[in-house]
């Protein structure tokens, strides 16, 4: 198993560009949540999807758009990046049971807008 | 929804004294409490977690202990070590179906001092 695995690693986008981000889960967890970490602020929740074809908004996400139209995987979208989306981005997943409630991350996604 | 406030931000202990970490929660309802345990440049991987049921779980060197009325957790790391050097983050979660949303503390960055 490769756990959830999140690419790319590393992007540098110029504000304004878009990209978009996948994060990849082979646990067959229905819950998926992507979380942006900033010094002093710590995970704050962006985007998250209760089961395939689910998305629900986070605590910070406006300039993001997501979609899961697969049970594994989970897209973040940047339609038009700007500056204050610097960040590592990290993607998590989760097993829908009742106190249960691990969460599995993947490696990363340092974001660099310039 | 819930806060969660974790505290210090920073610590700094001698190898072989023991560290604490401290996190308060607002949401009376949530009942699992994880720490995560995140090296430089690396992903959050869960350490130890604890169920509302349950007032204190160890694990080796590592135990948590929960104090439901006052709505706070605490990480223990006795006898610490170098490898112990890392960020820790503390959550909480209501744990169940449809409430499976973590909410992270701000983190402590734990430096072990040889």
């Known amino acids: 198993n490769a756990g959830v695995t999140q690419t790319p690693k590393f992007r540098v986008l110029k504000t304004g560009q878009s990209m978009t981000l996948l994060c990849a889960q082979d646990?067959?967890?229905?819950?998926m949540y992507w979380y942006r970490q900033d010094p002093g602020m710590g995970l704050r929740l962006i985007h998250y999807?209760?089961?395939?074809?689910?998305?629900a908004k986070g605590e910070v996400p406006d300039g993001y758009n997501v979609s899961r139209l697969k049970k594994q995987n989970f897209l973040l979208g940047l339609e038009s990046a700007a500056p204050s989306q610097t960040s590592v981005y990290f993607c998590a997943s989760t097993l829908q049971a009742p106190l249960n409630t691990e969460a599995f991350f993947g490696q990363g996604t340092r974001l660099t807008v310039v | 929804g819930e806060n969660v406030e974790q505290h210090p931000s920073t610590l700094s202990v001698q190898e072989g004294d023991s560290a604490v970490i401290k996190c308060t929660y607002s949401?009376?309802?949530?009942?699992?409490f994880p720490w995560y345990k995140q090296e430089l440049g690396k992903r959050p991987q869960l350490i130890i977690d604890?169920?509302?049921?349950?007032g204190e779980k160890k694990d080796q060197r590592i135990a948590v202990t929960l104090n439901k009325t006052a709505k706070h957790f605490s990480l223990h790391i006795t006898e610490t070590q170098p490898e112990d050097s890392a960020v820790y983050v503390c959550a909480a979660s209501r744990g169940n179906f449809g409430n499976e949303k973590l909410t992270f503390g701000t983190g402590t960055r734990l430096t072990i001092i040889p």
């Open positions: 604890i169920r509302s049921n349950v």
């Open positions: 949401d009376s309802a949530s009942n699992y």
């Open positions: 646990m067959n967890h229905e819950y």
């Open positions: 999807s209760v089961g395939e074809g689910t998305t």
